[in-house]
């Protein structure tokens, strides 16, 4: 059975940084790209963060990231990261990652697979 592990969420001061992890079973690493989306309140739709393809040759990031997060992968440990850096308010939501046999992109229709989610609280 397919599952997507998230963890690494907490409660951040604003300029902190943290980084999420999510671990992958049950899929071929290589085949698929992973996602992350985060989601600010409940009802409101995902919001794409970043992606990374199978091979870790492209990658995409939100327009909001700014250069802030850096999105990795180590197929051998089946997991993905995504560092985050100078964490604003702003960035609080939940944040899922997911996993596509598509190409890499924040499209959050594209991904089959999703994870249970990690809080990450931005707050002084």
């Known amino acids: 059975q397919v599952q997507l592990v998230e963890s690494g969420g907490d409660l951040v001061q604003p300029g902190g940084s943290l980084r999420l992890s999510c671990v992958v079973s049950?899929?071929?690493?290589?085949?698929?790209?992973i996602g992350w989306f985060r989601r600010q309140a409940p009802g409101k739709e995902h919001e794409g963060v970043s992606?990374?393809?199978?091979?870790?040759?492209?990658?995409d990031y939100g327009e909001f990231v700014k250069g802030r997060f850096t999105i990795s992968r180590d197929n051998a440990k089946s997991t993905v990261y995504l560092q985050m850096d100078s964490l604003e308010p702003e960035d609080t939501a939940v944040y899922y990652c997911?996993?596509?046999?598509?190409?890499?992109?924040?499209?959050?229709?594209?991904?089959?697979?999703w994870g249970q989610g990690t809080q990450v609280t931005v707050s002084s």
């Open positions: 997911a996993a596509t046999a598509r190409q890499c992109r924040l499209r959050s229709d594209w991904f089959g697979y």
């Open positions: 049950d899929l071929t690493m290589d085949y698929y790209a």
């Open positions: 992606c990374i393809s199978g091979d870790s040759r492209s990658t």
